[in-house]
């Protein structure tokens, strides 16, 4: 998560009973992995006295700079709202890269014609079986051993359909 992120900047409240999506969007925050993934991210926590609701501001690395309001969005909400934009950003900045044109336009053409799906072959497995090794457990070990190597017990006939 913080790979796409530049600064992070909690705000809340200690005392006020809204800050769960704060701690545990800064518990996020703190884990190792989230730290390796982006060690030059800057993590501010901002307590604060007065009545002002808990709030995250991020940074991405572009220098786009989005509020939330931790009241009542959960922390896996914003978490999954950064990864969205975060590979968004990355999608656009590897067309960049290539030289290709941002944002890519669709003509209306294109979008308005049925979905096709992929061309897929139909197989049909035919199975043939011999009754003789149906036969009683006694039996059956004995016709397993005394049985030739060149003749078949069963027989995988595949055919395309149509």
């Not at 006020?16 to 190792?32: G, H, V, Y």
């Not at 989230?34 to 991020?58: E, F, G, W, Y």
Request: glycine share 2%.
């Amino acid at each position: 998560m913080l790979k796409f992120l530049s600064r992070v900047r909690i705000e809340f409240n200690a005392l006020d009973p809204r800050t769960a999506s704060c701690m545990e969007f800064l518990k996020q925050c703190n884990t190792s992995k989230a730290k390796h993934s982006n060690p030059a991210c800057q993590l501010q926590v901002k307590r604060r006295t007065d009545d002002h609701p808990p709030q995250i501001t991020v940074t991405f690395l572009n220098g786009v700079e989005e509020v939330f309001d931790a009241t009542n969005t959960p922390a896996q909400t914003i978490t999954d709202m950064i990864l969205d934009k975060g590979q968004f950003l990355e999608t656009e900045q590897m067309f960049r890269q290539a030289g290709q044109p941002w944002p890519i336009i669709i003509p209306h053409e294109e979008i308005l014609q049925p979905h096709q799906p992929p061309a897929t072959k139909l197989w049909r497995l035919i199975l043939c079986y011999d009754p003789d090794i149906y036969q009683s457990t006694d039996q059956k070990a004995s016709a397993y051993s005394s049985r030739s190597s060149s003749s078949a017990t069963m027989q995988i006939r595949i055919s395309k359909f149509g």
